[in-house]
């Protein structure tokens, strides 16, 4: 680990892998608007109708909160895993563009859709399918790639045990903080839905 590196992480800066994740996010989702755009003729009008009669029957469906947030708790908790799993290789790096790229694509079909199906307030209602839980989700993520690449470039070992037992604080953490996001995703996002809906 060269002496730039170190400082920066005594300085607590933001890793630029970090930086790097948020600007693939964004390339993602540029991309994502872009492929929404080239199919839009073909898919639109069958994802206008499957979107109407979801939102129109929204209000009387009976799905159980704590469903919403188990289905929620484990889709992100694969993803944090791998992120563990893969900080045990030089491989890691590459899973977080991944990850950002398909994140960040898949939020832009979204929000391309919404705008296609509702013009400017297409905004309001993407907004209201990605909160409050990404409020939680995106900085937790950012921060558990953050303190993984502190953890790793400190590692001076380069033993995976060791390394495993510094990172299981990190991730008992990150178990507690998807929690939280699911739970804002399984309780309060139905409750914002169900207001897009009426």
Known sequence: ?????????????????CK??????????????????????????????????????????DIPSDQIVLSSFSRNIKFVMLLFIFSMTDLWRYYCLVFSVYT???????LYFNISL?????IANYTCCIMPQYLVFVPAFLF?????????????TKQKGKLLLKQFPLFLLS???????????GCINPLLLMHLAN
């Open 118 to 122: 509702y013009d400017f307030a297409g």
């Open 175 to 185: 178990i507690l903080l998807i929690l939280i996001g699911s739970l804002a995703e």
């Open 144 to 156: 558990i790639i953050m303190k993984l690449h502190r953890i790793n470039c400190l590692d001076e």
């Open 1 to 17: 680990m060269n002496k730039t590196s170190t400082t920066n992480i005594r300085k607590r800066t933001m890793p630029r892998i």
């Open 104 to 110: 960040g694509f898949s939020n832009g079909l979204l």
């Open 20 to 61: 790097t994740v948020i600007i693939f996010f964004f390339i993602g989702m540029l991309i994502g608007t872009l492929v929404g755009k080239l199919f839009n003729p073909i898919i639109l009008p069958v994802l206008k109708t499957i979107y109407s009669e979801t939102i129109s029957t929204l209000p009387s469906m």
